[in-house]
C-alpha cells in the first residue's frame, strides 16, 4: 500500500503543488514540484484529473483532492495518497511517481472487481458506478491500481480504492476513501 499523509479537514493543495505555506502544514512543507526529478510524474491523467493532482512535498510526492474537495479514509481522517513506501527510506522530491496511467477495465474485469466488491461495501448502491482504473507506480518501487468509482447520478459522487494485484484478494475493508465536496 501507498503511505498515507495525513491532512487537516478541508486542505487541498492548488494543482503544481507550489504554495509553501499551505493551511494545515508548517511553511515550506509544500515544495515546489517544477524542482522534481526528471522522472517524476507530475500531472494524474484524464479523467482521473477531475478528482485528484500530485503535489510535491518534503516527505514525497503525494496524489491529493483537486481543490473543492478532501478524500475521507477509515474514521474520518483526511489523507493523500504518496509515493513513499514501508519498505524504503526516500523521502522529498526523490519518492515520486513514476507511472500515473489509465488502464481501462474489460466488461469482464468490471464485473469481476464488482462482483468481490459486493463482499465488503456497505451498499449495493455503491457499486451503482463507472469503474475507472489506473496503473500507479513510484521511484520507491511500488506498482499498484488506484480505482476510480464514480456514480451515474447527476451529481457524480465518487469514492477511490487503492491496490495491489487487481485486489485480489479483496481485504476487508478495501483501503478506500470518499471523494467528499468542501460545498455544503
Not at 1 to 21: I, K, W
Not at 100 to 126: H, I, Q, Y
Not at 135 to 154: A, R
Not at 155 to 181: K, L
Request: charged fraction near 15%.
Amino acid at each position: 500500500m501507498l503511505a498515507v499523509l495525513a491532512v487537516n479537514p478541508g486542505v487541498s493543495a492548488a494543482a503544481g503543488g507550489a504554495q509553501t505555506g499551505e493551511p494545515g502544514f508548517p511553511p515550506g512543507y509544500i515544495l515546489p514540484c517544477s524542482e522534481a526529478p526528471k522522472s517524476a510524474v507530475l500531472a494524474a491523467p484524464a479523467p482521473f484529473d477531475q478528482y485528484m493532482h500530485v503535489v510535491c512535498t518534503r516527505a514525497g510526492h503525494a496524489l491529493a483532492p483537486v481543490k473543492g474537495y478532501h478524500w475521507l479514509f477509515a474514521g474520518g481522517q483526511s489523507m493523500w495518497l504518496t509515493a513513499l513506501s514501508e519498505h524504503s527510506t526516500v523521502t522529498g522530491q526523490a519518492a515520486h511517481f513514476t507511472r500515473l496511467e489509465v488502464d481501462p477495465l474489460s466488461p469482464a474485469e468490471t464485473a469481476s472487481l464488482l462482483d468481490r466488491l459486493k463482499l465488503v461495501v456497505l451498499s449495493s448502491s455503491m457499486l451503482d458506478v463507472d469503474v475507472l482504473r489506473m496503473e500507479v507506480d513510484t521511484s520507491t518501487g511500488d506498482h499498484e491500481q488506484l480505482f476510480l468509482f464514480v456514480s451515474h447520478g447527476t451529481d457524480r459522487r465518487a469514492w477511490g480504492m487503492e491496490c495491489f494485484n487487481e485486489c485480489v484478494p479483496m481485504e476487508s475493508p478495501p483501503w478506500a476513501f470518499v471523494i467528499m465536496s468542501d460545498q455544503p
